[in-house]
């Protein structure tokens, strides 16, 4: 899902300090709160598990950010569970995000996944983020209804992301799903792993990525949803 970032200005006199301030309330002044994507991919990827039965997705996101930190928005994706399940995922967020400090930063949201025509597959999550160092977050997620079974699931995941010369970058991820006891039946905790690569265009960020998971996958989400896969996103952003 998505992140926000925050600048500074450097003083060098009274007079370029008083230039750059008027420079500063324009800019902020025709900045929008909104800011929106749209992205292709051949596969769409959730905790290392295909949710298009390896076949392409089109998404589309819209977030309102205020000054002060919270945003709400909302998010699209087609999606492919087989025969009889929802063709579309369309989910609802609120959450905040705040600095800490120049390396530290956190974020809490709450999403609310939706599939039209699924009904009681509709779930909500807590998730928080924290990035520290510009380079490494934590990721923790709770659920009391996950996949809309009454049950409770975490998710746990722990990213790296360095830049590259020519606004290339470079990730890895690792992430750890649990479930209730009482999906054992259905589900088992499963671990997924992920390393990508990524390029800037200006506004169009293309990443190619190697996405994976351990065997006790393929219990809940079959051997072909999550089987190792590669997964090329051609993402554009705005403003």
């Known amino acids: 899902m998505k992140s926000h970032a925050l600048g500074c200005a450097v003083m060098f006199a009274l007079f370029s300090l008083s230039t750059t301030a008027v420079a500063q309330d324009q800019e902020e002044e025709s900045s929008s709160p909104f800011s929106g994507t749209f992205a292709v991919t051949n596969d769409y990827v959730f905790r290392g598990v295909s949710q298009t039965n390896e076949d392409p997705a089109f998404q589309a996101g819209l977030t309102y950010t205020s000054p002060i930190g919270l945003y709400v928005g909302t998010w699209a994706s087609n999606v492919d569970f087989g025969p009889g399940d929802p063709d579309w995922e369309v989910d609802g967020f609120v959450g905040y995000a705040v600095d ?5 930063n956190f974020d809490v949201v709450l999403n609310r996944y939706n599939y039209p025509g699924a009904g009681a597959s509709n779930y909500n999550e807590l998730i928080t983020k924290t990035t520290f160092l510009d380079t490494y977050s934590l990721t923790v ?51 997924d792993y992920a390393a990508t690569v990524g390029k800037t265009f200006g506004p169009l960020d293309l990443s190619v990525g190697y996405y994976d998971t351990s065997r006790s996958a393929e219990y809940g989400f079959g051997k072909q949803n999550s089987d190792g896969r590669v997964a090329v996103v051609a993402t554009v952003s705005w403003p």
Do not use: C, I, M
């Not at 800490?100 to 530290?104: K, L, R």
């Open 100 to 104: 800490f400090s120049e390396n530290w």
């Open 141 to 191: 997620a709770y659920t009391d209804d996950v996949y809309g079974l009454d049950e409770d699931s975490f998710y746990y995941a722990l990213d790296a992301s360095w830049s590259l010369p020519q606004d290339f970058s470079f990730g890895l991820h690792v992430g750890r799903t649990t479930y209730a006891s009482a999906l054992d039946e259905f589900y088992k905790d499963y671990t």
